[in-house]
């Protein structure tokens, strides 16, 4: 009985933790803290707020383990200095922010399942320019402090590819992981106008900049250029519905050589327990931002490849902490 109750108060209020950190990434309590410790009165006057709040906050964050508390002063400790400041490699303060920005569509949840209808404008954060930038700081946020573009090269062999495609490569983690580990492979990212002048600063920063074209465009109404290897998209299905996700793998079935392959990289439903939790829930911010998207199983991700004349289709597994898989087709010689 307690336990249950205990696991129903903990999800009634989860909010409030993650409030917590949202604020304080978006104060930059952190940051504030990277070189030296500080009182409330001394982080307030640092981040421009009142010492009394400023007290409360910290002590809320010592409470939850983000920083660590010794007499009337507070400093980072190994997690937050890892993960939430700005000057780390594994710095994942981006993903907070997006998650701040989706906070209203949250809110009205009950509101979405009762029309079936998105929360908020299905534009993939194209609209306002400063959402498009807190966008695609999430998603090279995540999935540097997780690792997964390591990871996924790791489990792709693409040592005889010479031409990949990347559909909606936001901020070029993965092309820019795969042109460093193959030295042979030049990459093309295909995106939204609006996404492309953000990912264009990211490949002009990286060491591979002279590998990697960008194609502005969109794939549900534009050509796609071809003749490519490997077409890959990362968590690009889960943004549409079953129609455009099968147009989709059709026209780049198109895009690929005879032999080359088709990647996609999702949650998968039905795959582990963990990937398939994560999916299901993820189910629902679809729900709240796209208009019809969702995350799927295998077998529908397999009847989209078939239909397109893609076949050998297998599933890769992604370890943990990665929450979703590959799914790889190849075009018949």
Known sequence: MSEGFARIAELAGGYVEARILQAAVALKVFDALEKEDADAAGLAAAIGAEARA??????????????????????LN???????????????????????????AWGKLEDAVRSGRPARPPDMYQTEEAETGIFIEAMDSLVNSRGDAALTADALDLGQARRLLDIGPGPATYPIALCRRYPALRATLYDLPGTLRITQRYVRASDVADRIECVAGDYRTDAIPGGYDVVFLSNIIHGENETTN??????????????????????ILGGTPTETAAGTVFS??????????????????????????????????????????????????
Not at 54 to 75: C, F, K, N, P, Q
Not at 251 to 262: D, M, Q, T
């Open 284 to 333: 629902l911010l679809m729900l709240l931002t796209t208009d019809g998207g969702r995350c799927y199983t295998l077998d529908e991700i397999r009847g989209w490849f078939g239909r397109a004349g893609l076949a050998d289709v297998s599933r890769v597994e992604l370890p943990v902490p990665l929450t979703s898989s590959l799914v790889i087709g190849r075009k018949p010689l």
């Open 54 to 75: 400023t007290g409360l906050l910290l002590e809320a964050l010592a409470v939850i383990g983000l920083v660590d508390r010794y007499g009337t002063r507070y400093r």
């Open 78 to 104: 190994d997690l937050s200095r890892t993960y939430l400041l700005s000057s780390s490699p594994r710095n994942f303060s981006g993903m907070v922010r997006f998650d701040a920005l989706a906070w209203d």
């Open 246 to 267: 099968e147009d989709l793998i059709r026209n780049l079935s198109k895009s690929l050589v005879s032999g080359g392959i088709l990647v996609i990289k999702d949650h």
